[in-house]
């Protein structure tokens, strides 16, 4: 994520890269050439970082740097300390997701920077993904009737890049719950609000007790049924996917990143498809509404930290 970030502050006006912060500065040049991750999203040219200054510790990075803004992309267990520093800093935070998995630290954080005036957005990038977008502007304007029905999934490989390799950090994770599922329960939330009710089946892997999840969310007075289900269930090489399928009273629309082009719209008489635009550009579209938010000092509306706090309290009560 720290090379995906990279890539896209390179691409947007506002912003500049000024340093980055990496524990083995050897790695910075040796993984610009690895494709690791999920989703492909671009490659950067190591010319385009010369002038990006590099630390090996955040604290020598905070004291030398004249910056106004931190990018947190390290693992779950550092998301506190790292933002806390960079808040008490006098500096503005866009944080990878999951926020913090102790609660009362990502309440914390919210707390400070608002006392502090400092803008923190937590990167829930499914919220600007442009096929993920299109499926809200239909629940939202009704184009297909009321939304019954809504299946969320998301599976991959076991995360075999990087850090994921060390068994301290796979301890601390939260397993495939707060890494992986987090990014539908998020986004459902983030649709539809808390459910009134959920009932969970998960079962355990390699990173924790909920490596897979299946979930049915339900909603009383909407009378809508959400079911999320995903996980780090199978081999290392296993394709990533993810995608919905979506039931309104008129027609049924799916999408799956196994076919990332286009949206299937189906009602009783017919198939017809529409371009779904690139899920991958959720990654500079999250990026550039919050260089928009900094430009314009205004707080980030459509992903505040509190709703980012809301879908780690929901990820708990599914066990």
């Known amino acids: 994520m720290g090379m995906t970030h990279t890539l896209n502050i390179l691409k947007i006006k506002d912003l500049k890269l000024t340093a980055i912060v990496e524990r083995d500065l050897l790695l910075i040049d040796k993984n610009l050439k690895s494709n690791i991750g999920n989703i492909a999203v671009g490659n950067i040219d190591v010319n385009e970082l010369a002038d990006a200054r590099r630390y090996s510790d955040i604290d020598s990075c905070l004291k030398s740097e004249d910056i106004d803004v931190v990018i947190v992309c390290t693992h779950v267990n550092t998301h506190f300390e790292m933002t806390k520093k960079a808040l008490e800093n006098n ?45 809200k502007k239909w629940i939202d304007n009704k184009e297909f009737g009321d939304l019954k029905f809504l299946s969320l999934t998301r599976f991959c490989g076991l995360p075999g890049w990087g850090q994921w390799n060390d068994k301290s950090i796979k301890d601390l994770s939260g397993g495939a719950l707060f890494d992986l599922s987090i990014h539908d329960i998020d986004y459902a ?19 924790s007790k909920h490596d897979y999840v299946s979930a049915m969310w339900s909603y009383n007075i909407k009378n809508v049924h959400v079911k999320i289900e995903g996980g780090f269930t199978f081999h290392k090489s296993f394709p990533f996917q993810a995608g919905f399928m979506a039931r309104f009273s008129n027609a049924s629309v799916v999408y799956t990143s196994l076919k990332g082009d286009v949206i299937q719209i189906a009602d009783d008489s017919s198939v017809r498809e529409i371009p779904a635009g690139d899920a991958g550009a959720g990654y500079y579209n999250e990026m550039a509404y919050f260089a928009e ?11 505040m930290p509190s709703s980012s706090l809301k879908a780690i309290e929901i990820c708990y009560n599914h066990l």
């Open 91 to 135: 500096k503005d935070v866009f944080l990878e997701k999951p926020f913090c998995l102790d609660m009362k630290q990502a309440q914390e954080l919210i707390e400070m920077a608002a006392k502090m005036k400092k803008l923190l957005m937590v990167g829930h990038v499914v919220r600007f993904m442009p096929p993920y977008q299109q499926l």
């Open 189 to 207: 939330n983030s649709l539809l609000g808390q459910p009134s009710q959920i009932n969970c089946n998960y079962f355990p892997g390699a990173y």
């Open 293 to 303: 938010c900094l430009t314009k000092g205004v707080d980030p509306e459509l992903c």
